[in-house]
């Protein structure tokens, strides 16, 4: 479904035409141990927006995505990525907006978290988006940043939690392919969406 006639409203931007935000696919996860999106990630746009809804985990992990310059054969491109976190308890008790050292990459292949680790209880999940710019340049890198919101649970307490990560794919070759998957086991429900922004 094209969205362009909706981008003012979704994005606050006034005065597009109707092909400028288009939905390129929808997955959904049931028991999957991985998400990836092989097709439609070319030159025609210059920002990819994944959108994630309610992804619930089979076991208390991070939710993480990682690229590939080779159609998905592998998922192990080069980056550099920096990682913050806020969170609020319920009965508003406890409160804080922290570094996340322990998820930021430096020339890293792995995975990159873009959630803190999300609960296996039956109301939690994560949600948020995630950007992607220009991903078949062949002359720059690849920029990113991520947004996710999920519960987080801490004896006695539960907390709301917003997750923020930037960085950037650091290779001249063309990302084709993007992957999602939790840290450890599979995402038992949610789905993800793929837009291209022209």
Do not use: C
């Not at 092909?19 to 997955?27: I, N, P, Y």
């Not at 999957?32 to 992990?61: G, L, M, Q, V």
């Not at 998922?75 to 409160?95: M, P």
């Amino acid at each position: 479904m094209p969205l362009g006639a909706f981008k003012a409203a979704l994005m606050g931007t006034a005065g597009v035409s109707t092909a400028d935000v288009v939905l390129l696919s929808t997955q959904t996860a049931s028991s999957s141990a991985t998400i990836s999106f092989t097709s439609d990630i070319t030159s025609t746009y210059r920002e990819y927006i994944f959108r994630f809804y309610n992804i619930h985990p089979a076991s208390h992990a991070n939710f993480t995505f990682n690229g590939s310059t080779d159609s998905g054969s592998n998922y192990d491109v080069t980056k550099t990525t920096t990682a913050t976190s806020a969170y609020h308890a319920e009965d508003g008790s406890a409160a804080a907006f922290y570094y996340v050292t322990a998820n930021d990459l430096a020339q890293s292949t792995a995975f990159q978290p873009i959630s803190g680790a999300v609960y296996t209880d039956n109301d939690s999940s994560v949600s948020g988006e995630l950007h992607l710019f220009n991903p078949s340049s062949t002359t720059y890198v690849k920029h990113f940043y991520a947004t996710t919101q999920r519960m987080d649970y801490s004896d006695p307490l539960n907390y709301t939690n917003q997750y923020l990560v930037g960085g950037y794919f650091n290779t001249t070759s063309a990302i084709d392919a993007v992957q999602f998957k939790m840290a450890s086991g599979n995402m038992d429900a949610g789905k993800i969406k793929m837009w291209g922004v022209k």
